[in-house]
């Protein structure tokens, strides 16, 4: 392991950042070959537990174990839920808790007040015959919503040009810990419905998407739209 004695583990661990948290990671044992004292490896560890992430559909069912599986590793965890399915007892009371719709345009002062470098997305109208009765309302729920997260979490990390949001690489806006290039956005999708009466089960992801209800439609237009 080649050592840098000009540069403590805690002088590179900010210099890499600013390139970005996964490329920390990805040195993360060359970092902790050169950190020189117990003290710096603690902070690699906490800096690596600052990221704010938010769950939508954190009271739900696989929701409320994410968030206690994040909890439990030492990130700091905020749910977004309105509590139409999730119960309040599923709440990890260690997470921050906002009873709200993601429909809401107030989501975006959250995301401005929270500032997470994740949003892992789980909220949905899960019921596929609720969404043959009343496709409107699901639409809504599952296309609108989630649109309406992605577009304000966009707003959060890059730059308005007059034509509209930009993803340009070279545009860096600085949030809590550096720039947009820790933000992920991860969408709970959907396997089976995505794929119909598929001939191949468990089927696989490059199997040719044919949804028959619409919850799945409505699953597959939130991939193509991110
Ligand atoms: N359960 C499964 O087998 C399965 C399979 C594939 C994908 N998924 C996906 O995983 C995610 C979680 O599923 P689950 O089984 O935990 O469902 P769930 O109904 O238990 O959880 C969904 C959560 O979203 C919340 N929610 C619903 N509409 C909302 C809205 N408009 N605004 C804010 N919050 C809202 C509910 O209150 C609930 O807490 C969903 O996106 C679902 O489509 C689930």
Redesign the pocket.
């Known amino acids: 392991m080649t050592r840098l004695p000009f540069l403590s583990g805690v002088e590179i661990i900010k210099i890499l950042s600013k390139f970005g948290y996964s490329k920390v990671r990805q040195s993360g044992y060359f970092i902790r070959g050169i950190c020189q004292s117990l003290e710096e490896v603690i902070f690699l560890r906490n800096w690596e537990k600052m990221i704010k992430i938010i769950v ?8 409320s174990h994410l968030v206690d599986r994040l909890i439990n590793e030492g990130y700091k965890v905020i749910v ?8 309040k007892e ?1 709440l990890n009371p260690k997470a921050k808790f906002y009873k ?4 809401s345009p107030k989501i975006f002062e959250i995301f401005k007040k929270e500032k997470p470098e994740i949003v892992f ?6 019921d596929v015959r609720k969404s043959v009765e009343d496709p409107f309302e699901s639409a809504k ?1 599952n296309i609108l ?1 989630s649109l309406n997260l992605i577009e304000n979490f966009v707003k959060l990390y890059f730059a308005k040009k007059s034509h509209g949001f930009t993803t340009d690489k070279n545009v860096r806006i600085s949030s809590r810990e550096g720039s947009h290039e820790f933000a992920k956005f991860i969408f ?6 995505i794929y119909g009466d598929a001939k191949i089960i468990p089927t696989p992801e490059n199997y040719p998407e044919f949804p028959v209800s619409p ?1 799945g439609i409505e ?1 597959l237009i939130v991939e193509k739209l991110l």
Do not use: E, P
């Open positions: 939508t559909g954190g009271a739900g069912f696989i929701g977004i839920d309105n509590l139409s399915t999730g119960k599923n709200i719709d993601i429909r997305h789980l909220a949905a109208q899960i729920i919503g709970a999708s959907t396997g089976g419905a919850y699953k």
